[in-house]
């Protein structure tokens, strides 16, 4: 079964650049969504498609997926964005999580 | 404004059948889309369990489709999630989810989440 591998935690100052990577074998070859998720609240989707941001998400949240590697970059990280983030891929119509990255803003 | 709202029993008795149902209001099912099944147990992370489409076609998580059920009610604009011989392992937050598609989208739409313990 197709897997995803995402760092457990990553922190970064505030103000700063966080980037967060999920990996997955030829992981490029699909596309990479990923969820925002705060204590006791439902997962928000901040990117699809790659690099696609839904309505309302900041501009500072980015995406990209090439090789092996999609990447989450936060910019100007501020201490609203320490949460959970979790990679998502589509195998053959079904769903693949990463295991999730814990952001803390220090 | 779409919403989704998880509804069921608050405990389920260990081997006995874990049930719940997701309403959906703002959006026909019957439209299109694809509804989902996520859970998650307490401080785990995130784990697929399924998705059905208006027609009823369905993907399942490989690791539970043998205990699996999930069906659509477009009268009702619901669909719902049945997992069969319940363990202690099955105890987390269940989330329904819309995806726009099945190949670049992810669940832009969630529920709250309904906390399922599986006790006796």
């Known amino acids: 079964s197709y897997e995803l591998t995402q760092p457990p935690s990553v922190s970064v100052s505030p103000g700063q650049t966080a980037s967060i990577t999920c990996s997955g074998h030829?992981?490029?070859?699909?596309?990479a969504c990923w969820y925002q998720q705060k204590p006791g609240q439902s997962p928000v989707l901040v990117i699809y498609?790659?690099?696609k941001r839904p309505s309302g998400i900041p501009e500072r949240f980015s995406g990209s997926n090439s090789g092996n590697t999609a990447t989450l970059t936060i910019s100007g990280t501020q201490a609203m964005d320490e949460a959970d983030y979790y990679c998502?891929?589509?195998?053959?119509?079904?769903?693949?999580f990463g295991g999730g990255t814990k952001l803390t803003v220090l | 404004q779409v919403q989704l709202q998880e509804s069921g029993p608050g405990l389920v008795k260990p081997s006995e059948t874990l049930s719940l149902i997701c309403s959906v209001s703002?959006?026909?099912?019957?439209?299109?889309?694809?509804w989902g099944w996520i859970r998650q147990p307490p401080g785990k992370g995130l784990e697929w369990i399924g998705n059905?489409?208006?027609?009823?076609?369905?993907h399942y998580n490989a690791s539970l489709k043998s205990r699996l059920v999930i069906s659509v009610d477009t009268s009702k604009n619901q669909f719902s999630l049945k997992l069969t011989s319940v363990t202690a392992a099955d105890t987390a937050v269940y989330y329904c989810?819309?995806?726009?598609?099945?190949?670049?989208?992810?669940?832009?739409?969630w529920g709250q989440g309904a906390l399922v313990p599986v006790s006796s």
């Open positions: 989810a819309r995806a726009p598609d099945t190949s670049g989208w992810g669940y832009n739409y």
């Open positions: 030829k992981l490029g070859d699909k596309y």
């Open positions: 998502q891929a589509w195998d053959s119509s079904t769903v693949v």
């Open positions: 703002g959006y026909s099912i019957s439209s299109g889309y694809y």
């Open positions: 059905i489409d208006h027609g009823g076609g369905t």
């Open positions: 498609q790659d690099r």
